[in-house]
């Protein structure tokens, strides 16, 4: 179909694959599920509908691919259900996550007014730092050079010694 044909197609279908989808979920997933279809839909390269039969095998189509879009949906859903289930039964107050020393930097009080004073290429770095990154890999996620990052840690070092007024260490690679 090309776009004319699909638009006609997506203004036909997509109020009755709505309401279908609707009365077996919610609508924002309704919406979801539709959306994903009409996708799939056009992604198919289907030829235009040229026949009363024609059309309706194609729209016929379309809620089969609702159908399997929406049992996809469904079976995540329940594997994320059993998955939140089972880390709710296997966690308990002794197994919870321990605070960081970053977490306590970075949530509250005056650290962390002293860090909203430093520039945000410099809040990153000490971030990926002390989230235990070694160069390189912070090099990796702000998708520049090791040695554009050794610059920018030095500068950060440089500044966070200024804004704390004390000795920062050396970060290793």
């Known amino acids: 179909m090309d776009s004319g044909d699909f638009t006609a197609f997506f ?10 989808v ?5 609508p924002d997933t309704a919406q979801d599920v539709v959306s994903d279809t009409m996708a799939t839909m ?8 040229t026949t ?16 399997g879009h929406l049992r996809n949906r469904r079976r995540g859903d329940r594997r994320r259900d059993a998955l939140a ?20 930097v970075f949530t509250g009080g005056e650290a962390l007014d002293r860090l909203a004073a430093l520039r945000p290429t410099d809040r990153d770095v000490i971030a990926l730092v002390v989230d235990g990154f070694s160069l390189a890999e912070i090099a990796a996620i702000l998708d520049c050079s090791v040695a554009a990052v050794k610059m920018r840690a030095l500068r950060a070092r440089k500044n966070l010694r200024t804004v704390l007024g004390r000795e920062v260490h050396h970060v290793d690679e």
């Open 22 to 26: 609707t009365r077996m979920s919610d």
């Open 85 to 104: 289930q089972k880390i709710r039964l296997t966690t308990t107050p002794e197994s919870a996550v321990e605070p960081d020393l970053a977490d306590g």
């Open 42 to 49: 056009w992604g198919k390269d289907l030829p235009a509908p």
């Open 11 to 20: 203004r036909d279908v997509q109020p009755a694959l709505v309401r279908y």
């Open 52 to 67: 009363e039969i024609e059309w309706r095998q194609t729209r016929s189509l379309a809620y089969r691919v609702a159908e």
